[in-house]
Nanobody
């Protein structure tokens, strides 16, 4: 079993910054790609950023140049540094990891519970 716990969400003014963290724990054998998704009220969940094991990254067009995803493999943690935040960034942010636990024979998707990010003046 693999568990993901997000933290770092909160209320921030437009133009401000916030850093989200997601720590994976459990019977982890390997963690492959990790990513951040978000879901705003009335919207579908969308990919914000992803990072593979070797460090290559990909971002949604709406956050390019403002958000940075990174990971600390020793801590099984992925981060999302969010700068120049806009009201439209308001959403629940979810962490996802593709991982293998000692109880499974292949990689599977795991999701965190989400953390609220609100950008408002």
């Amino acid at each position: 079993q693999v568990q993901l716990v997000e933290s770092g969400g909160g209320l921030v003014q437009p133009g401000g910054s916030l850093r989200l963290s997601c720590a994976a724990s459990g019977t982890i054998v390997v963690i492959g790609a990790m990513g951040w998704y978000r879901q705003a009220p009335g919207k579908q969940r969308e990919l914000v950023a992803q990072i593979i094991s070797e460090g290559s990254t990909n971002y949604a067009d709406s956050v390019k140049g403002r958000f940075t995803i990174s990971r600390d493999n020793a801590k099984n943690t992925v981060y999302l540094q969010m700068n120049s935040l806009k009201p439209e960034d308001t959403a629940v942010y979810f962490c996802k990891a593709i991982a293998k636990s000692s109880w499974t024979s292949r990689l599977s998707d795991y999701w965190g519970q989400g953390t609220q990010v609100t950008v408002s003046s």
